[in-house]
């Protein structure tokens, strides 16, 4: 080709530098290269705090309020049992941030929610300029200078807290406390020049580090690569108790199940884990997800009933389950389509669930010095009382996003499944100001697994046979040799782990029972028979009175927030 016209160049600049502007765009955050542990490995962001002699730290995001910054004075605190680095590159030296402001003296002790377990923090807040890539710094941020953060497992191990949160925002654009500091994510919709984005929100999938899923993040909107399946839209509690979370939904089941092929149970798919064996139990019961966490926190009697079903040993020094890695039914369960299965209430109301799958692929975690001499892998249930939670283990599956609206106080957030190590190409999508619905992918979750699980031979269809067993599951481990009731189907009708739900998945599996055993050979089809009535055996075992009654109606929920007035729920 010959010459191009100097007047076609500028008119082709002119009109890129135009489109850039005017359209709005989301903006990615930058992951840092390393990981973290002692209890992931997890993904981080990376930003650099001050100008001048700025530092650049990984920080886990999913915060509130302020930006969390651990502070190379954390390894002095004499109460750690095990060794500190300080001059790990997660911690800060608040000598060297020139142009901090304002710092306050060092707060009271208090209870850091940020952490593993049980910790108490002392901070003190500032601001200053972060940079959070693409040479965009955002001045005046607000952030917590913590000198101290130790968090004390079970048995009496004081490990430090070493990694950040990165702030996403809150309920407002600016935290006035004292002055007038900003967020990354208000500070980006309203003053964000070029990069300007186009809502205060945010979408995010942290990803996994062990399978080399990316983590993703985009200020004013989401990668839909990352989300396959209906978004589920909750509005939130602004100010809340807990200072990070917030993000509540009602959870009304635990189940296990397997994405395609052979099941490394017994059976193909088992749900009512989650109030197995509390009969005080009252489902749904409130969760928060809470990407500042590592683990699943949920009730004893859940966590037991789960890794009934799992060759793990309960660790009480630490509070967690180490997998027993030399039993087969370790490796089947780890690399097959086998998962977890967390279940919703969709929109916040009764009318409808919405489930995500966790593979156990992910739930494969390790722990790590300080925590343990020899590298152990650990699967993330740990017990407590109250305060349930899903932490990051959860998220590595999950996707999350949040809308602070025009930050007058509403909100709503959102949770979707996120896809595995085979996601399709990043697709980047605004989040408007006010959307209620987040499209997805087109490709569908088994896809994105597909070519990275390892199923195991055998196995039915899993969109023709799905369903629910309480088999005997006194034994820890269960492996695929052992006896019990293969399968039951609920055919896609909304079943509940009450009395009338079992009863119907007693007669449905009655049913497909005898079917799928037509083909087999005589001897086992005479046995067939004895099956349904096992079935039913169990069932006046596990009618209970409370489960019987109805559950009293609760007050309406939204089931849509509307799209321009999000109002502020009050209570
Ligand atoms: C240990 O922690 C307590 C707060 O729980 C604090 O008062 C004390 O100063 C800490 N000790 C040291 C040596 O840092
Ligand atoms: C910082 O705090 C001091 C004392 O409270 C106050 O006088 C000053 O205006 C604040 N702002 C800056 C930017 O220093
Ligand atoms: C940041 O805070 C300083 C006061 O410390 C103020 O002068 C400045 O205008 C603020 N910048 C922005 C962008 O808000
Ligand atoms: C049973 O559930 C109740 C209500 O969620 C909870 O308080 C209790 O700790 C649970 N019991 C066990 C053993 O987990
Ligand atoms: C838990 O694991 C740690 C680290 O491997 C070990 O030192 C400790 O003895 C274990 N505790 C129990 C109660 O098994
Ligand atoms: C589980 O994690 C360990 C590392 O802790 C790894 O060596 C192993 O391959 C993982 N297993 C599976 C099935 O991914
Ligand atoms: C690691 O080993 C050392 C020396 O045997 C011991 O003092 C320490 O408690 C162990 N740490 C853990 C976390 O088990
Ligand atoms: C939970 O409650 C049980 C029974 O009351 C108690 O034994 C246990 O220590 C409690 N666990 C925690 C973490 O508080
Ligand atoms: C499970 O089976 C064993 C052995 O047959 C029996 O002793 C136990 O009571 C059964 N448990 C339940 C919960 O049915
Ligand atoms: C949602 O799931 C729970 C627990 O499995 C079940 O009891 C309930 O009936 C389901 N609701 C719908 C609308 O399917």
């Known amino acids: 080709m010959a010459h191009i016209k100097p007047f076609t160049l500028l008119l082709c600049w002119f009109v890129a530098a135009t489109s850039v502007v005017q359209a709005d765009t989301p903006f990615e955050l930058t992951w840092s290269d390393k990981t973290y542990g002692p209890d992931g490995p997890w993904q981080a962001v990376s930003v650099s705090i001050g100008t001048g002699a700025a530092q650049t730290v990984p920080l886990y995001p999913g915060g509130r309020w302020s930006t969390y910054i651990m502070l190379t004075d954390i390894c002095d605190d004499k109460n750690l049992t095990v060794s500190c680095d300080p001059d790990s590159s997660s911690l800060v030296s608040i000598e060297k941030l020139d142009t901090i402001t304002n710092i306050t003296e060092p707060n009271n002790w208090d209870d850091y929610e940020y952490s593993s377990v049980p910790s108490v923090y002392q901070s003190a807040i500032f601001y200053d300029s972060m940079n959070i890539g693409y040479g965009t710094s955002v001045p005046n941020v607000s952030m917590s200078g913590v000198y101290h953060a130790y968090q004390t497992f079970p048995g009496g191990l004081v490990a430090p807290v070493t990694v950040g949160i990165l702030s996403m925002g809150a309920p407002t654009l600016n935290h006035q406390w004292k002055e007038t500091m900003t967020f990354i994510t208000s500070y980006m919709y309203t003053d964000g020049g070029a990069r300007k984005t186009p809502s205060y929100s945010y979408g995010m999938h942290i990803g996994s580090a062990a399978l080399g899923i990316s983590g993703s993040i985009y200020l004013g909107g989401y990668d839909k690569s990352r989300l396959v399946g209906e978004i589920s839209t909750q509005s939130f509690t602004p100010y809340g108790s807990a200072p990070g979370g917030n993000l509540e939904i009602g959870m009304t089941d635990v189940g296990l199940g397997v994405g395609t092929g052979g099941s490394p149970w017994a059976y193909d798919h088992k749900d009512c884990l989650l109030s197995k064996s509390n009969s005080s139990m009252d489902v749904p019961i409130t969760v928060e997800v809470n990407p500042e966490k590592p ?277």
């Open 295 to 571: 683990y699943l926190y949920l009730p004893q009697s859940t966590c037991d009933a789960i890794t009934a079903e799992l060759p793990v040993t309960f660790n009480s020094s630490l509070g967690l389950y180490f997998w027993d890695t030399k039993d087969d039914a370790y490796t089947r369960i780890t690399s097959s389509a086998a998962y977890l299965s967390f279940t919703f209430e969709k929109d916040m109301t009764e009318d409808a669930n919405t489930t995500i799958k966790v593979p156990f692929a992910l739930l494969n975690l390790t722990l790590e010095d300080p925590l343990v001499n020899q590298s152990t892998t650990y699967f993330p249930c740990y017990p407590v009382n109250s305060s349930y939670s899903l932490g990051r283990a959860f998220l590595q599956a999950a996707f999350v996003g949040e809308n602070f609206g025009n930050g007058n106080g509403n909100g709503i957030w959102y949770l979707g499944q996120a896809p595995g190590p085979g996601a399709a190409k990043k697709d980047v999508t605004s989040i408007g100001l006010s959307d209620n619905n987040l499209p997805a992918s087109s490709s569908t979750w088994e896809d994105t697994w597909n070519g990275y699980w390892h199923p195991l031979p055998g196995g039915d269809d899993p969109s023709s046979s799905t369903g629910t067993t309480s088999s005997n599951s006194s034994t820890s481990h269960t492996a695929a040799g052992d006896s019990g009731l293969s399968t039951g189907a609920k055919a896609g009708i909304g079943v509940g782990c009450g009395a009338a739900g079992i009863i119907l998945i007693a007669a449905i599996a009655g049913v497909l029972l005898i079917r799928r055993r037509r083909a087999a050979a005589a001897a086992q089809a005479a046995n067939a028979n004895s099956k349904p009535i096992q079935m039913g055996d169990h069932t006046t075992r596990q009618l209970r009175p409370q489960e019987l009654e109805a559950k009293p109606a609760e007050g309406q929920m939204p089931v849509e927030v509307p799209a321009d007035s999000i109002r502020y729920e009050l209570g």
